[in-house]
Each structure stands twice: as C-alpha cells, then as structure tokens.
C-alpha cells in the first residue's frame, strides 16, 4: 500500500452497494431507511484557501452530537473528531475556523453543501 490512491481504494469502496445499475448514480435512499433509525442533521462546510491550496472543515451535528472533519492538502488523510454535544462541536467548528483565519487562510465558502 505504497501508492495513495490505493490507501483510498480500501477506504473508499467505488462500487457500492447503493450504486444503481442502470443509472450509474446513487439511489435515492429510501429502500435503506426502512428502520427509520436515521436522525435529522445539518452540515455546515468551510472551503478554505491559502497560497493556492484549498482546505475542507466540515461541521455535521444532531441530536446524538456532533463531527468536526478537517481535510488538509498538507496532510496525507482527512482527519475527524467526534463530540457528544452538538453546542460543543459548533464551538470548536467556530474556534477552528477563527484559528485557520488567524494563520492566512481566506474563506471561499461557508454554508451547506452545495450539489449539482
């Protein structure tokens, strides 16, 4: 596993289960939300830049609590951090984002994800 594209390969399966055959895209979903376990979320993402270098830092929270993941083109593997409390993740998703400001980075982008 010398090569990164192949770190990736065994993280990031290309041919999910969730893959139409016919279409090519993704399915909508709504065979696997069956149990209705699945709880509502939001997503907040910050696309940074700096010295043309783009930068990712990703904020999803919900009732059990909240994610941080951070992907910077300076190191090898995106990296995530998980909080019980949502107030408590979108503080340090805030505290982040004020710290990468601080250091050079500009913001091209804050807000939900953007599709299409």
Known sequence: MNDFEDH?????DDET???TESTGYFASGEEDDEDGD???FDIQTAVLSKNGM???LTLKTGE???Q???FDPRQPLPTAQRYDDEAEAARWFRRSLATS???GWTVVYDGEPLFG
Do not use: C
């Not at 990736?8 to 990031?12: G, P, R, T």
């Open 8 to 12: 990736f390969d065994d993280l990031i």
């Open 17 to 19: 289960e969730t893959e």
């Open 38 to 40: 699945e709880e509502p």
């Open 54 to 56: 783009l930068a990712l």
């Open 64 to 66: 059990s609590g909240g």
């Open 68 to 70: 941080i993941v951070r």
């Open 101 to 103: 400001l601080k250091n």
